[in-house]
């Protein structure tokens, strides 16, 4: 058999093509196109076929159609002289008497990125939006989006939007759908498309033709419609009550957001909502797909901060479950927190205390720090519980409820005593920063109703020098010192070790300037060191649950529905302000004959290309770039240093996160080292419309420190180098942030 991108395979190929017994043949001809189609699809340059493929489009045989019109679709922007050929054959095809045959013609025409389309796209479009056919009107109006976005920042034609609207009562669902998506992008910076009160009133009666797609979509759009009279605004309630029963969890939340907007006045109203919808949202949260839970999830935490005991009397429904992932039994042991009163109190407790000794660290120790926030109110109960788990020697159980501890103490003085009994042989069992660092302050600060707390204080003095973690070297003389306070005498001889160590020793110098400061504050007499560090040692009025304000719903009514409970709304507002620039098409081909020797390299394929922060110069990366390991290895090897830089970087890095946050600017992954690896690489590839290539490679050697950047470049473009770099930067700064 021929090698799969070799020439010998391109002949065959070609030869069978041109056939005429093949030509013949309807089902030999169709899987001779479906022969080329898997070529393409597997990464062979296959475009050297395109006059024959534009041939092939030319048969009576829809599925065949269909395969030449992939085909062109990928192909399109590599030969956009013949393309030409095949501009002319769907032309034709838009007058052909089958509905089929004018839609998929259509769908290819638009879907050709080269210059110029733009002038043949204008009357087959206007034909397809007045066709008889509604396939065909909903590829039409499709279309006229593609083509506005292939038109860049020229003005909109008026007689189009029009046009649009005037569809927006076709008989057709499916049209009236896609009109109101044609026009939105089509009307972007004008604000969108605009629904007045005829409008609104059609796209409500027309809500039961609609499919549950087309329906959370003019919910959606129906928030912009605001009602003119108290009458209005509830016969429009009463039009859209049936559809928070829906069995589609989109429609039900979008209903539900839109009734919580339009009822923004009438917080009974709210009320009886939320009350409705608490079926549809119990049976989210149980959900197969883990997705939809989630959601669900973070949607019932929203409307517990307004309606707090909402769920209660079906707090069972957040039980956790074996098979659930940990993000989601994260999220139940949140809810549960929130739905705990004095009747179903001891059953939550029961249930927290059972996923404290499950196999995964992280949802035992999440689990503990539930029981510790519910310890806010129910302190007795969540006292005795955190004591056992002490009892299992268990150094992440020990870890996190030492923490816990320390928090409660801070927020509840009452348990200070039951704390303080609790504490002794903590020590011998934990290990982490965390950990110690609480401890330590619990030791510094109650210390007095701790017997053995110098001594426990001294163990840690004494192995000081093999001590890994500087916060627990600085939290360990601030405890001291004030332990000094109150138990001078038993403390004085380790205090002085610790600060001779510190000063004259430590290599941290933030551990050291701590010393110092300590030193020279107890030169000034023990009064003056009473008066900096003898601060209150809790303070009971942060963090009660029963004092918390209840937030009212229309501070977080818009954010329903919206990926903002699903990120929290801060972390949300961090995400959308590094979303990238909005998509912008261009069809400039690859003609510079330097680039030909990369064009073998990499397939351009038949996707659009983005460009990325035009504010800073003009750089369009294309994406789904294929680049074997071997190539990229020749390649750098081939090319001089362009541009060196340093990122700051603190954490650990999460590969994952990285190349999904990378693809998104269309800058892919070669190689990258697996998480923890030191020192950690990653290799990435682009390419602009131009060919010019970006070859980059990051290191980091260990994990909170610099991230090294080395790009090179394929071509000397000063500007097209410094937005990539930007980019770059952007990307890789925004994940650094997630990240920490």
């Not at 022969?35 to 829809?62: C, N, T, W, Y």
């Not at 619990?442 to 001294?458: D, F, I, R």
Request: glycine share 6%; with cysteine.
């Amino acid at each position: 058999m021929p090698y799969l991108g070799g020439e010998e395979a391109l002949r065959e190929l070609r030869r069978a093509l041109a056939n005429p017994h093949v030509q013949a043949d309807r089902l030999r001809y169709r899987a001779a196109v479906l022969r080329v189609i898997r070529h393409m699809a597997q990464g062979a340059d296959v475009s050297g076929l395109f006059p024959e493929m534009v041939k092939a489009s030319a048969a009576a045989d829809v599925v065949q159609k269909k395969l030449v019109s992939l085909y062109v679709r990928a192909q399109a922007p590599r030969q956009p002289q013949l393309a030409l050929l095949a501009v002319n054959t769907l032309r034709k095809d838009c007058a052909h008497p089958s509905p089929a045959v004018r839609g998929l013609a259509l769908r290819s025409m638009c879907g050709l990125r080269m210059p110029g389309i733009q002038e043949y796209l204008q009357q087959p479009l206007l034909s397809g939006l007045r066709d008889k056919a509604s396939y065909v009107r909903r590829a039409a109006v499709l279309g006229c989006a593609k083509m506005l976005q292939l038109q860049g920042d020229s003005e909109v034609d008026g007689a189009l939007v029009n046009e649009l609207y005037s569809l927006l009562r076709d008989q057709d669902p499916i049209v009236v759908v896609n009109c109101l998506r044609a026009l939105e992008e089509i009307l972007k910076k004008e604000g969108g498309v605009v629904i007045n009160k005829p409008i609104a009133h059609h796209l409500l009666n027309r809500m039961a033709d609609l499919d549950q797609w087309g329906q959370s979509e003019v919910l959606t759009f129906l928030l912009r419609y605001k009602p003119r009279s108290e009458e209005e605004l509830f016969d429009i309630l009463n039009l859209l009550d049936g559809y928070l029963k829906s069995s589609s969890p989109s429609v039900v939340m979008a209903a539900t957001k839109l009734f919580l907007v339009l009822a923004r006045e009438y917080p009974h109203v709210q009320a009886d909502v939320l009350v409705r919808v608490k079926g549809p949202l119990l049976s989210a949260c149980t959900s197969e797909s883990r997705e939809l839970c989630f959601t669900a999830l973070c949607h019932v935490r929203q409307i517990l901060g307004s309606l707090p005991g909402h769920f209660s009397s079906h707090y069972k429904k957040f039980f956790c479950s074996y098979s659930e992932p940990h993000y989601i039994k994260c999220q139940k042991m949140e809810v549960l927190c929130e739905l705990v009163n004095d009747e179903n109190v001891q059953q939550v407790l029961e249930e927290l205390k059972g996923y404290c000794t499950d196999v995964s660290v992280e949802l035992a120790q999440g689990a503990i720090f539930a029981i510790g926030n519910i310890a806010r109110t129910y302190t007795e109960q969540c006292v005795g519980i955190l004591t056992e788990l002490l009892g299992l020697q268990q150094e992440h159980i020990t870890s996190a409820v030492v923490q816990a501890f320390r928090d409660l103490v801070w927020l509840c003085p009452q348990c200070t005593d039951a704390v303080c009994q609790a504490l002794p042989s903590c020590e011998d069992t934990i290990q982490d920063s965390e950990g110690k660092q609480a401890l330590i302050w619990l030791l510094g600060t109650h210390g007095e109703k701790v017997p053995n707390a110098p001594y426990v204080l001294e163990d840690f003095v004494e192995n000081v020098k093999s001590e890994m973690f500087p916060a627990v070297k600085m939290e360990l003389l601030t405890a001291l010192v004030r332990l000094f306070l109150s138990r001078p005498a038993e403390c004085q001889d380790m205090l002085g070790r610790l600060l001779y160590y510190s000063i004259e020793e430590e290599m941290d110098m933030a551990v050291r300037d701590r010393g110092l400061f300590y030193y020279r504050l107890l030169q000034s007499g023990v009064e003056e060191v009473k008066r900096v560090l003898c601060s209150p040692k809790s303070d009971p009025s942060l963090g009660l649950l029963e004092d918390q304000t209840e937030r009212s719903v229309n501070t977080w009514a818009s954010e329903f529905n919206t990926l903002a409970p699903v990120y929290g709304r801060e972390r949300w507002a961090l995400v959308t302000a590094h979303q990238p620039a909005e998509p912008s098409y261009t069809c400039s081909p690859c003609t510079d004959s330097r680039n030909r020797h990369t064009e073998s390299l990499i397939s351009e394929g038949n996707k659009e290309v983005l460009k990325v922060h035009p504010d800073t110069g003009s750089l369009t990366l294309i994406p789904d770039v294929y680049l074997t390991a071997e190539q990229f290895e020749k390649t750098w090897l081939s090319l001089d240093m362009s541009c060196h830089l340093s990122l700051p970087w603190c954490g650990t890095v999460h590969p994952d996160t990285i190349q999904t946050a990378l693809h998104v600017v269309h800058i892919h992954t070669i190689a990258m080292s697996k998480a923890g690896v030191q020192p950690w690489k990653a290799y990435l590839s682009a390419q602009d419309d131009t060919g010019c290539l970006f070859l980059t490679e990051l290191l980091l050697e260990m994990a909170d420190s610099e991230m090294q950047v080395s790009v090179k470049q394929s071509e000397a473009k000063p500007e097209a180098l410094q937005t990539f770099v930007s980019a770059l930067r952007t990307v890789m700064g925004t994940v650094a942030g997630l990240g920490s």
